[in-house]
């Protein structure tokens, strides 16, 4: 038997909630048209490509797509990190 205990890594204070900032980023990193949204739909296409070029273009092009995500995020977090 075990149990699950959800929390945060780091202690979060939240100052000033923003519901309009939430949605925005919500929408952009993991929205259906934000860049994680991309880079799985590319991913999981790959696996019924056919040819093996094409198999290799969808794998790079969803690298890329969470790549964005990854740097999209990082430069987010690194601008209200002073907040």
């Known amino acids: 038997m ?5 929390r945060l ?3 979060v ?27 799985m739909r590319y991913l999981n296409q790959r ?4 040819y093996a070029e094409c198999k290799g273009a969808l794998t790079d092009i969803g690298r890329e797509a969470s790549e964005m995500f990854h740097s999209e ?3 987010f977090f690194d601008a209200f990190a002073t907040v």
């Open 2 to 6: 075990w149990s699950y205990d959800k």
């Open 9 to 11: 890594q780091f202690p």
């Open 13 to 39: 204070k939240i100052k000033n909630p923003s519901p309009q900032l939430a949605k925005i980023v919500i929408a952009q990193l993991g929205g259906p048209d934000g860049e994680l949204g991309a880079s």
């Open 47 to 50: 696996y019924s490509m056919p």
């Open 73 to 75: 995020a990082t430069a």
